[in-house]
């Protein structure tokens, strides 16, 4: 399988993708989240909204979690219509959100034209306490169609994920486990193409390579973009290494 991650603005690069040049889209967008305020939501960084103050790791900031809820709709609206344009007929959109923007990225969704089919909670057992009131223990993951699913294929994928962040090796503030973005992964048809625009560092990505599907990431951070190379030459580095044998 192969890959190609294109640097730059997500919505800039998707506007170049070629009409239906892809079968599946899984992505996990800055959530503009982090605060009940505003001035909470719209003031701080990816790091002060993220990162509790006593956290072991010094993981480097991401841009584009400034956005006030409205513009945030209109803005992940036009990104997902251009991914509508960009997906074949039959293919999946998957995008994760966190509990405040749950009920904006279902909207987007469907104002992009996928036809919203539902929502898929991910549990973290390792996750923020509240004091005085339940933990916050879950993200949300929205998922639509164009048009209508391929029910030719023999495919029957779980309805919830209990998986932590990963610590050992950890490179992104909000990295995904690569074990969810696997089974994720597999709503793509097997070698078929996955795009993700919001590539982080890159485990959709290296999710997509195990499971023999190409992908397409973009990245607008330099630094995020410059790991999530390192982590997709590795995957394919390693596959060809099984392939050939130890002897090679």
């Keep these: ?8 603005d997500a919505l800039t690069v998707l506007k170049s993708l070629p009409d239906e040049s892809v079968n599946a889209v899984i992505t996990d967008p800055p959530y503009n989240s982090g605060g009940r305020a505003s001035a909470d939501r719209t003031g701080r960084t990816a790091r002060a909204k993220y990162v509790t103050s006593n956290s072991a790791h ?16 209109s803005w992940l609206t ?20 966190d509990w405040r923007q ?3 990225t279902s909207d987007a969704l469907q104002m992009a034209g996928w036809t919203w089919s539902g929502t898929i909670p991910w549990i973290k057992p390792a996750s923020r306490p ?9 993200e949300f993951i929205t998922w639509g169609v164009k048009g209508s699913l391929d029910r030719t294929r023999d495919l029957y994928l779980p309805g919830h994920f209990i998986a932590s962040q990963p610590r050992k090796g950890r490179v992104h503030i909000t990295q995904k486990p690569v074990e969810v973005m696997q089974q994720l992964v ?3 048809p097997e070698g078929g193409t996955v795009l993700d625009p919001f590539t982080g560092s890159g485990s959709t990505g290296v999710a997509a390579l195990r499971e023999g599907r190409r992908f397409v990431g973009i990245e607008l951070s330099s630094h995020y973009a410059d790991v999530a190379e390192q ?11 099984d392939l050939a044998g130890p002897e090679a």
Excluded at 78 to 97: D, G, K, Q
Excluded at 130 to 138: C, I, M, P, T, V
């Design 1 to 8: 399988m192969t890959y190609t991650l294109h640097r730059g």
């Design 58 to 73: 010094d993981l480097a900031d991401f841009p584009g979690e400034n956005r006030d809820q409205r513009s945030y709709r």
């Design 78 to 97: 036009e990104l997902l219509t251009e991914a509508y344009r960009a997906s074949t007929e039959h293919a999946v959109a998957v995008v994760f959100s």
């Design 102 to 104: 749950e009920p904006t």
């Design 130 to 138: 509240r004091k005085g009131g339940f933990k916050q223990s879950a």
């Design 186 to 188: 597999q709503i793509c």
């Design 231 to 241: 982590r997709l030459r590795a995957e394919l580095t390693k596959d060809d290494f």
